[in-house]
C-alpha cells in the first residue's frame, strides 16, 4: 500500500511540475519578448532579491515540518502532530513578519546601493508583502509532503502559476509602453497575489484534511521542545540558505557589474546575466522535474528509515537514486550538446541563447546530481554539512567572480559554473555515498552510459541531416525520439540497468 502511495505522489509531483514548468519557460518566452533580455536581466536582479527574502520567510522550517510531522505521524497522535505544524507557522510568521519590515522600508538603499538599478525599488516593496504568505504555505506543504499527499500541493501550486500568469499578462500587456520599472512591477505583483491566492486554497484542504488526524493510533509520547526540535533541524538548513542565498544574491549582483568591465561585454552585460539565468538554466533543469520529484518525497521516507534504523533501505534508495539520476543526466546533457542551438533559436529566437545551451550542456549531470543528493542528505540530517558547502562554493564563486570576469567576460562565468558544479557534486555525491554505503559502478553506470549517450545523439544528428534542412523542431524531435529509446537498449545491453533495478528502485 504504501509503495502503491509513494508512486501516486510521485506520478503527481512528476505531472504537475512537467506543467508548471513547461508554463514557466513559455510564460518567460513571452515575457522576454515584451521586455527583452535586458528586462529579463532586471527581473532576474530582483528575483535575486526575492529568493533571499523567501529563505527567510521559510526559514527552513518546510523541512523541519516534513521530518517532525513524518516521525510523529508514525508514532504518536493527533494533538502533537498539530502542535509541531502550529509552533512552525508561529515561527514562520515572527520570522517573515520582520522580512516585511526591511524589505519595504530598506528598498530604496536595496535597489540603489547593492542592485545598482533604482527601477527595482517598487518591485522589492511589492514582494515583501508575499512572504507571510509564502512561510505559512510552505509549512502547509511541508505537512502534506509528511502526510505522504503530493495533490495538495500539486494543485496550489498549478493554481499559484495561473493566477501568477493571468495577473502579469494582464498588466504587462495594458501598460507595458510605461517601460520596465512597471513591467517588473507588475510581475512581483502577480507574485505576491499568487502567493496569497496559493496560501488560502491550500490552507482550505488543510483544515479539512486535519480532522481525519484523528484516525492516528500512535501513543501519546511524553512533551518535548518542539521550538527545540525545529531549531535543530531549520538552523543548520536556514543558516545555509540565508548565507548562500544571500552570497548567490550578491553573485547575481556583481555578474553584470564585473561583465560590464571586460571590453567584449560593454552594454551588453545586463543582457547576457539574463539570457544565463533566465533563459538557458531554466531549460536546462526542465528535464530533471521526475528527479526532483523523487527526492522531495525521499525526505520524509529517508527520516522515517532512519528513524526506524532501517540502514538496507536507505542505502538501496541512494544507491537507486543515484543512478537514475546519473542515466537520465547523461542522454538529456547529449541531446542540449547536440541540439542546444535550435533549441535557443526555437524557443527564444536567439542563437546566443542557443550558444549557452551547447555550451553549459556538459555540466548537466553534475547539476541534476547535486541537486538530488543535496535533498536526500537534508533527509539524513546531514544539513550542517550541505550549509558547509554550499558557503564554500559561493564564496568561491564570488572570489572568482571579482577576478576572472573582468578578463574574460561570459566565457570567464560559463568557466566558474563548470568549477562550482564539479565541486559541489562531488562533495555531496560523495558524503551521500559515504553515510549510506551507496556505491556506483565507474564502467557501467558512469563511462558506458556517458559514451552511450554522445554516441547514439550524435548518431541521429548525422542521420538526420541527410535528409536535408528541416525545421527546428521536426529536428529537435527526431533526435529524441531517435537517440532515447536507443540509448535505453544499450543500457540493458551494457547492463548498466536491468528489470531487476526497476523492480528495486520502485520498491
Known amino acids: 500500500m504504501k509503495k502503491t502511495v509513494f508512486i501516486k505522489n510521485a506520478a503527481i509531483l512528476?505531472?504537475?511540475?512537467?506543467?508548471l514548468r513547461f508554463v514557466g519557460i513559455v510564460f518567460k518566452v513571452w515575457l522576454a519578448a515584451i521586455v527583452g533580455s535586458e528586462g529579463i536581466g532586471l527581473y532576474q536582479l530582483v528575483f535575486s532579491v526575492y529568493v533571499l527574502a523567501a529563505t527567510f520567510a521559510t526559514s527552513g522550517i518546510c523541512t523541519a515540518v516534513t521530518r517532525l510531522v513524518a516521525d510523529e505521524l508514525a508514532l504518536g497522535t493527533k494533538r502533537g502532530t498539530l502542535r509541531i505544524l502550529r509552533r512552525c507557522v508561529e515561527l514562520t510568521l515572527i520570522i517573515a513578519g520582520i522580512?516585511?519590515?526591511l524589505l519595504f522600508f530598506g528598498a530604496d538603499f536595496i535597489a540603489g546601493k547593492f542592485l545598482g538599478d533604482i527601477r527595482a525599488v517598487p518591485a522589492i516593496k511589492i514582494l515583501s508583502f508575499s512572504l507571510p504568505f509564502m512561510g505559512v504555505t510552505s509549512c502547509l506543504r511541508g505537512y502534506f509532503i509528511a502526510r505522504r499527499k503530493?495533490?495538495?500541493n500539486a494543485v496550489s501550486q498549478l493554481f499559484e502559476q495561473a493566477v501568477r500568469i493571468i495577473i502579469v499578462v494582464t498588466l504587462v500587456r495594458r501598460f507595458a509602453y510605461k517601460?520596465?520599472?512597471?513591467?517588473?512591477?507588475?510581475?512581483?505583483?502577480?507574485?505576491?497575489a499568487a502567493e496569497l491566492a496559493s496560501c488560502i486554497l491550500i490552507g482550505i484542504v488543510f483544515f479539512k484534511d486535519s480532522k481525519k488526524l484523528s484516525a492516528l493510533n500512535g501513543r501519546k509520547r511524553p512533551d518535548y521542545p518542539i521550538f527545540k526540535k525545529i531549531l535543530h533541524i531549520a538552523v543548520p538548513i536556514s543558516a545555509g540558505r540565508y548565507l548562500n542565498t544571500a552570497l548567490r544574491t550578491v553573485e547575481n549582483i556583481l555578474v553584470p557589474k564585473n561583465l560590464a568591465k571586460?571590453?567584449?561585454s560593454g552594454e551588453n552585460a545586463l543582457s547576457q546575466f539574463g539570457m544565463i539565468k533566465g533563459m538557458a538554466l531554466p531549460i536546462l533543469f526542465f528535464p530533471s522535474t521526475l528527479l526532483n520529484s523523487l527526492s522531495t518525497l525521499l525526505i520524509p521516507e529517508m527520516s522515517e528509515a532512519v528513524a526506524c534504523n532501517r540502514k538496507g533501505l536507505v542505502k538501496s534508495a541512494a544507491e537507486n537514486i543515484l543512478r537514475l539520476t546519473a542515466l537520465m543526466s547523461y542522454i538529456f546533457a547529449a541531446v542540449f550538446l547536440i541540439c542546444g542551438r535550435q533549441i535557443g533559436i526555437l524557443i527564444y529566437k536567439s542563437d546566443d541563447v542557443g550558444f549557452l545551451l551547447?555550451?553549459?550542456s556538459p555540466i548537466v549531470p553534475l547539476m541534476y546530481l547535486d541537486s538530488v543528493s543535496d535533498g536526500i542528505l537534508k533527509g539524513l540530517d546531514q544539513q550542517v554539512f550541505s550549509f558547509r558547502t554550499s558557503v564554500f562554493d559561493s564564496s568561491l564563486r564570488i572570489v572568482l567572480i571579482l577576478i576572472i570576469l573582468p578578463l574574460y567576460g561570459i566565457n570567464g562565468f560559463i568557466g566558474i559554473m563548470y568549477l562550482s558544479n564539479l565541486l559541489t557534486c562531488v562533495l555531496n555525491v560523495g558524503r551521500l555515498m559515504k553515510i549510506s554505503g551507496a556505491r556506483l559502478k565507474v564502467l557501467t553506470e558512469i563511462l558506458l552510459p556517458l559514451i552511450s549517450a554522445l554516441c547514439v545523439t550524435l548518431l541521429a544528428d548525422t542521420l538526420i541531416k541527410m535528409l536535408g534542412t528541416l525545421p527546428n523542431l521536426v529536428y529537435i524531435t527526431l533526435v529524441c525520439v531517435i537517440s532515447i529509446p536507443a540509448y535505453t537498449v544499450l543500457l540493458f545491453l551494457f547492463g548498466s540497468m536491468t528489470r531487476d533495478d526497476i523492480r528495486?528502485?520502485?520498491r
Request: charged share 5%; aromatic share 6%; hydrophobic share 55%.
Open 504 to 506: 528495486l528502485a520502485v
Open 99 to 101: 522580512s516585511v519590515a
Open 179 to 192: 517601460g520596465l520599472t512597471f513591467c517588473c512591477g507588475a510581475v512581483l505583483f502577480g507574485d505576491t
Open 358 to 360: 551547447c555550451a553549459l
Open 262 to 264: 571586460c571590453a567584449l
Open 14 to 19: 512528476t505531472v504537475s511540475s512537467l506543467i
Open 150 to 152: 503530493a495533490s495538495p
